[in-house]
């Protein structure tokens, strides 16, 4: 086995991803299984999201190892090319369960049938089960001109989640105000992620399975570092000092809109 050692800046990215990725997305992972369940709280759907990162930050590793020998390497590519498709696409799905019950927290807030525990848990199968039967397909066929299109999809979900939400939220009296916020965040969180992120991966892999030209190496680290968001995201949704950060940005807010309000009556 020869391990081939990164020297470039993306080979930084690398270390770093591992160093840092896999012992966080297990401690986020461990900290979600301890604590007790709330129905505010899809820990259900986070949790798998951060599962989806773990396979793909360690497809990462794979994709620096390979095996001696051709049939080695060729193995080594495959599994790593496997686990990283995997993992983006399913991660792509838990965002957009996870934008989903946030929406119908503020929309719906007595209806509970998306957190369910039995729901959600048939949710997440299926969506392991759906993934992999459409990567599996597309490497054994190999077509894989059509794999980032539905990676499309979450751009419309997040944003109609956003807004509806939004609008949403004078209405959605039952539901505290931390939540609220936690909630707004979140998905301008999962927004911003995809946006800045994962967007411009899929186009790059879309010009390049439609030109034929190289895989483009700045893909690779966007997708690793919108993992790094996610675990911001375990953060923002969580009771704790972040409530009062997004109370201090909403009443900031709100002073400046106040302000600006009195000054146009004075005029």
Excluded at 50 to 61: V, W
Excluded at 99 to 122: D, N, W
Excluded at 231 to 248: C, N, S, W, Y
Aim: aromatic residues 10%; positive net charge; glycine residues 4%.
């Amino acid at each position: 086995m020869t391990f081939e050692y990164p020297t470039n800046f993306y080979g930084v990215l690398f270390w770093i991803n591992i160093g840092a990725g896999i012992p966080l997305t297990l401690l986020a992972i461990c900290s979600l299984c301890c604590q007790p369940r709330k129905d505010r709280l899809p820990i259900t759907y986070v949790a798998n999201l951060l599962i989806s990162n773990l396979i793909q930050i360690c497809s990462t590793i794979l994709w620096k190892i390979h095996l001696t020998g051709m049939a080695g390497f060729l193995i080594s590519m495959i599994i790593s090319v496997f686990s990283l498709c995997y993992g983006v696409l399913a991660s792509l799905c838990f965002k957009m369960c996870v934008a989903l019950e946030r929406y119908m927290v503020i929309a719906f807030p007595k209806q509970k049938c998306i957190r369910r525990v039995g729901t959600s848990v048939f949710v997440c199968v299926a969506i392991w089960v759906l993934c992999f039967i459409i990567i599996f397909f597309a490497m054994r066929s190999k077509q894989y001109f059509y794999l980032p299109y539905p990676a499309l999809l979450p751009l419309p979900l997040f944003i109609a989640c956003l807004v509806l939400t939004l609008g949403a939220l004078p209405a959605a009296t039952s539901v505290p105000a931390e939540e609220k916020r936690r909630t707004v965040g979140a998905l301008v969180l999962l927004l911003v992620n995809y946006t800045l992120l994962i967007l411009p991966s899929i186009i790059m892999i879309i010009v390049m399975l439609t030109d034929a030209t190289d895989f483009p190496g700045v893909v690779l680290p966007l997708i690793q570092f919108s993992a790094f968001l996610d675990l911001i995201l375990v953060v923002l949704m969580r009771e704790g000092p972040v409530d009062r950060l997004l109370a201090r940005l909403c009443c900031c807010r709100m002073d400046d809109v106040a302000a600006d309000d009195s000054g146009e009556s004075q005029v």
